[in-house]
């Protein structure tokens, strides 16, 4: 089973893990398989704590872009994978990984999944999701809060130094290489629709929605 790639990208908080969740939840069970780039962060481990909450997480050479490239070829190809399982509190990857089958489409989602081209030079169906500023920033805030053990003055701190720039400088540019830029200011599941039907154009017609 060869695997369609598809790749949704957007700044951080713009909505791209609720878009794929969406599209997931919108084709038949078992069609969809989704990978989060950030599942491939490099393990700063050999770090002392403190010098791993300096580090940049929003430019490419942060996560393993080989590692991911490799798997979605394997998945490609009809292989299966071990995915990664990265802690955000201690930035480190854990030893368990979870095994991600082959199957009709995948879906890989991040924000620098349309900035790195060997990455995107793979993708079959290429999605860039926009917000305001003013709502990437609240979201960011609301998950760095809820789910990665942030402080929020430390979580305000890195968006201002880091997240910014690096999307001004990475992300926001590799919008014009999306095939469709959709929104993730309003409905998801209409969004997610728009994929959709761009993914069944490419699908091999025996395969059901």
Known sequence: MASLLVGIAGGSGSGKTTLARAIAEAMAPGQVEVIPHDAYYRDLGHLAFGERSRCNFDE?????????IQDLQALRAGGAVALQNYDFTTHTRRSETTRVEPCPVVVVEGILVLAIPALRAMLDVRV????SE?????????RDLAERGRMREGSEIQYIRQTRPMHDLHVEPSKCHADWVVS?????AQAAETV?????????SGIRA
Do not use: K
């Open 60 to 68: 490419p050479t942060a996560l393993d872009n080989e590692r991911l």
């Open 128 to 131: 860039f999701v926009e917000a």
């Open 134 to 142: 003013r709502i990437r920033q609240a979201r960011r805030m609301d």
């Open 184 to 188: 993730g200011e309003g409905s998801a």
């Open 196 to 204: 959709r039907s761009a993914i069944l154009q490419c699908l091999p």
